[in-house]
């Protein structure tokens, strides 16, 4: 039996991973669930995102799915040791559940010349301090600098995006991370939902900052993970299908979704308990 790779975000931050998936790893097919009824994740609790989130691998591996990847730094952050660590064995120990933060931290020791780094995510992963932690883990001599910005999902998820609004609130947190140190050079948009926003970024960053592109970053790790476990690669069918699923109306879903991934998109809506 072979299923789809499953895609998982709390809204529609995770197409921005998906559609890279899509274009380095076409041959694949997809199955995107966002949890959009219950979005923005950002400033819940750690129990409530961990609930959330096995909610959403449950059903991506009843639906099929031998392997499972949380597009979301904040469940990343909050739930995915816990389901690796408690639940992957009771609900199917050959399936896989990976998160996107670790390969994005793997990067960072290779671009930053000055070992100053500034993360940029929601209030769950910035006071997860998992960033932080997984640096801790990869490089001694690197400095991590955190800022939250618990307004960009909201704006992001009500479609809010290259506007007057969006731009203030995206300078007003660039300037607080810049305040702690000005010799950061290396950026992180540790939520899936930012490079959704990347035209204010620009326009407020240094020009000669690096931007972590995260999507490109996942996408190319999830090529080498194939490759190194061909004992999964083998269970993911290949019919270059991506379907799409969200927990609020499918109608919304699709206008939004269709902007983000440039392509009419038909979703179905779902019920995840
Ligand atoms: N896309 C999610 C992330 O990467 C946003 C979480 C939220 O729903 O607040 O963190």
Same mark, same amino acid.
């Given at each position: ?64 799915? &031998? $392997?499972? =990847? ?7 952050? /909050?739930?995915?040791?816990? %389901?690796? *660590? +408690? ?107 930012? &490079? $959704?926003? =990347? ?7 240094? /020009?000669?900052?690096?931007? %972590?592109? *995260? +999507? ?58």
């Amino acid at each position: 039996m072979t299923g789809p790779i499953g895609v998982f975000d709390s809204g529609f931050g995770g197409l921005t991973i998906l559609k890279k998936f899509i274009e380095k790893l076409p041959k694949y097919d997809y199955m995107f669930l966002g949890d959009n009824a219950r979005a923005p994740y950002g400033s819940r609790s750690f129990q409530t995102i961990y609930n959330y989130t096995l909610q959403a691998v449950k059903f991506l591996f009843e639906k099929g799915c &031998p $392997l499972v =990847i949380i597009a979301c730094n904040t469940a990343s952050a /909050k739930a995915l040791r816990s %389901i690796q *660590q +408690n639940n992957l064995k009771l609900l199917n120990p050959n399936n896989r559940v990976l998160g996107i933060i670790r390969p994005t931290v793997e990067m960072l020791g290779s671009i930053t010349k000055t070992n100053n780094v500034g993360i940029l995510g929601t209030s769950g992963t910035i006071n997860s301090k998992s960033y932080i932690l997984e640096t801790a883990k990869l490089f001694k001599n690197i400095n991590v600098y955190q800022q939250a910005c618990p307004m960009l999902v909201p704006l992001v998820e009500n479609n809010e995006i290259d506007n007057f609004g969006t731009d203030f609130f995206v300078k007003k947190y660039i300037d607080l991370l810049f305040n702690q140190n000005q010799n950061i050079d290396t950026i992180v948009l540790g939520c899936t939902h930012y &490079p $959704l926003l =990347i035209n204010s970024f620009k326009k407020y960053l240094p /020009k000669n900052i690096n931007i %972590i592109k *995260q +999507n490109e970053i996942v996408a190319e790790k999830l090529k080498d993970y194939l490759i190194r476990h061909p004992e999964i690669e083998q269970r993911i069918s290949k019919k270059s299908t991506v379907k799409y699923l969200t927990t609020d109306s499918y109608e919304i879903f699709n206008k939004s979704a269709s902007i983000f991934m440039n392509t009419i998109i038909e979703s179905e809506t779902i019920e995840i308990n």
